[in-house]
């Protein structure tokens, strides 16, 4: 038997081409590379690239490879950028389809350039510095090293090294300045032992907003090109976003407890809403807003109190205020959350509609 969807996921092309558009304004002349992990945040991976290639995006940020590989084939011409591979994984297919893959040990560049000159191809790297986040990338101790064997194998002819990045923390604007300079550091070397990449890139969503000097030849931005803020009580619409996904479902059953009208909906803790969503966030039905009170392995119990609420009725829980309903923003902040993570928990197995 198949099973019904829990909830409507409804995906706007055109905010998600507008948030592109006002992203790549605010960096240029840096790049955009529109990160789609996670099946583009949930916005379905398959849509989310057809539009934005469409529009004349032809920069990704895909994660893994697998992704990469579906980004390829909606994207044949475009720059598609991955940096998380393992012993399972098909380097050769990437290889072979001009993949850009990022390199973070001495380890890895070894592995690529074995496949590379395994299947007589030239491999695409971006080598990563560690500039003090500590997720992954060759600390500082052991980059001349590192540059130095990349340079042998640019010379043997298995590998093209095309970029030098980092990730920061985004935790300070110290913290960053020191992030900025190690890098800056790290490029010289590079340069200093013969490799000229074409691109240097540092910065993800937040810093390439906020700093002109973190925005190097590239920006790899995810959250904000789907209309999703950075939290800390910024929601898009103060930077000019539109959240490009509305989630809905509908009201299953209507009772009476305790002097109260609840409504259930089929969302819950097994579809990604847990129990720090009751009392703390709500939901909108005919345009008005009601609080979650309860959140049950499958379900969600609404307060309808002083509502004519009924069965099928319309429940949208967070999109970009349209039907009444809060951002997803809000709730991240109510939850102690990110938007990233709540969208990806509750619209990946959400129904996908994809409008104008």
């Not at 697998?66 to 994984?89: H, S, Y």
């Not at 990338?137 to 064997?149: C, H, I, K, M, S």
């Not at 013969?194 to 920006?219: K, Q, W």
């Not at 008005?288 to 109190?305: K, N, Q």
């Amino acid at each position: 038997m198949i099973r019904a969807p829990h909830a409507r996921a409804v995906v706007s092309r055109s905010a998600l081409i507008t948030n592109a558009r006002l992203v790549a304004q605010r960096v240029a002349p840096a790049e955009l590379a529109v990160v789609v992990k996670d099946d583009a945040y949930a916005h379905g991976i398959t849509e989310v690239v057809s539009a934005l290639s469409g529009a004349g995006f032809h920069r990704f940020g895909a994660l893994d490879l697998t992704t990469a590989r579906e980004v390829r084939e909606r994207a044949p011409e475009a720059m598609v950028f991955a940096w998380v591979f393992g012993e399972g994984d098909d380097i050769a297919t990437a290889i072979s389809t001009h993949i850009d893959l990022g390199i973070s040990y001495p380890s890895m560049l070894e592995r690529v350039a074995d496949v590379a000159r395994r299947i007589e191809r030239r491999a695409r790297v971006h080598l990563k510095i560690d500039t003090g986040l500590h997720r992954a990338g060759v600390l500082a101790g052991g980059w001349p090293d590192f540059l130095q064997r990349a340079v042998e194998l640019q010379n043997e002819g298995v590998i093209d090294v095309t970029g030098i990045w980092t990730h920061i923390a985004e935790a300070s604007y110290d913290a960053d300045s020191a992030a900025i300079r190690r890098f800056d550091d790290a490029i010289c070397r590079a340069h200093s032992v013969g490799l000229r990449p074409r691109l240097r890139h540092l910065a993800a969503s937040a810093a390439s907003f906020e700093r002109a000097d973190a925005r190097y030849d590239m920006v790899r931005v995810g959250a904000f090109v789907y209309g999703i803020a950075p939290g800390d009580g910024i929601g898009p619409e103060q930077l000019g976003l539109t959240p490009a996904l509305t989630l809905s479902t509908t009201v299953s059953a209507v009772e009476t407890v305790h002097n109260r009208t609840i409504a259930r909906i089929p969302v819950g803790q097994v579809n990604g809403l847990y129990s720090d969503a009751e009392g703390v966030v709500d939901v909108a039905i005919r345009n008005r807003r009601y609080p979650i009170v309860r959140v049950t392995r499958t379900e969600a119990h609404i307060d309808l109190s002083g509502s004519g609420a009924t069965v099928g009725d319309d429940v949208y829980l967070f999109g970009d205020g349209t039907h009444g309903e809060s951002s997803l923003q809000v709730w991240a902040d109510a939850m102690g959350s990110i938007g990233e993570e709540i969208v990806i928990r509750l619209a990946r197995a959400a129904e996908h509609v994809y409008v104008d």
